[in-house]
């Protein structure tokens, strides 16, 4: 793992809402994530994490503060700068899929590869729909898949391009225990290989324990426990 900083959030402070019914929802987050590291974000619903989660993709501006992400400071971009950056710098994998209908497996996986002007894009996204098992079902569209197999193609997206930061929100939440735990190893497989960095989503402990670090966020202040051995085999 690199001592360089994949990460840094200075005194975050964000709120949502309008007039009477706004939330505060981060409140003077600092936090700094290594290159390579794998970080869990747990705690309860409605506590912040996909907020935070969010603003580290560049995907919700704060407040105030200071975002800092692979080298480049997000609060001087604009929004066609930042979607440029996701799509170099920033893999994303969400709980419902976020897949294109109209478009098959290979199709979906290929377009932020096209997005970057990258004319092996087709020849990529297969390499990567073959890298998570998907060989198979290069041609099929969303709703012929299982979710499972929907999951597997949002990972091979979100690898494409290669990224130095990996974000997943809740990637387990849509899926039985078994195609969860399947999903977990492809994952985690994918980010040691190419030694990305992980920030996840989860309400799984056994998950959590997976990486490197978990941090607790509560009534959008996060918490950290002393560093422990990384659980092996934990799933």
Do not use: W
């Not at 309860?44 to 400071?73: C, F, I, Q, W, Y």
């Not at 997000?74 to 294109?100: C, P, T, Y």
């Amino acid at each position: 793992m690199s001592q360089q900083l994949a990460i840094a959030l200075d005194q975050i402070e964000l709120s949502l809402g309008e007039g009477a019914g706004r939330v505060h929802i981060l409140k003077g987050i600092d936090l700094t994530i290594r290159a390579g590291e794998s970080v869990g974000l747990v705690g309860p619903s409605g506590s912040g994490k996909s907020t935070l989660l969010m603003v580290m993709a560049g995907l919700e501006r704060p407040d105030s503060g200071h975002v800092n992400v692979a080298k480049h400071t997000l609060q001087e971009m604009n929004e066609d700068q930042l979607a440029k950056f996701r799509g170099k710098h920033v893999g994303i994998i969400f709980q419902s899929f976020h897949l294109i209908p109209n478009m098959t497996a290979l199709e979906n996986t290929a377009i932020p590869l096209e997005l970057m002007g990258n004319k092996n894009a087709r020849q990529l996204a297969e390499q990567e729909l073959t890298s998570v098992g998907l060989s198979h079902r290069l041609h099929h569209y969303p709703a012929q898949l299982s979710g499972g197999e929907q999951q597997r193609v949002a990972i091979a997206r979100a690898l494409a391009p290669n990224p130095e930061i990996l974000i997943a929100d809740e990637p387990t939440g849509n899926l039985d225990e078994t195609t969860g735990k399947q999903i977990i190893e492809l994952m985690f497989n994918a980010q040691e290989k190419r030694d990305t960095t992980l920030v996840l989503v989860t309400h799984d402990p056994s998950l959590a324990q997976r990486c490197d670090r978990t941090i607790t966020v509560r009534e959008g202040n996060i918490f950290e426990k002393p560093a422990q051995q990384k659980a092996a085999g934990a799933l």
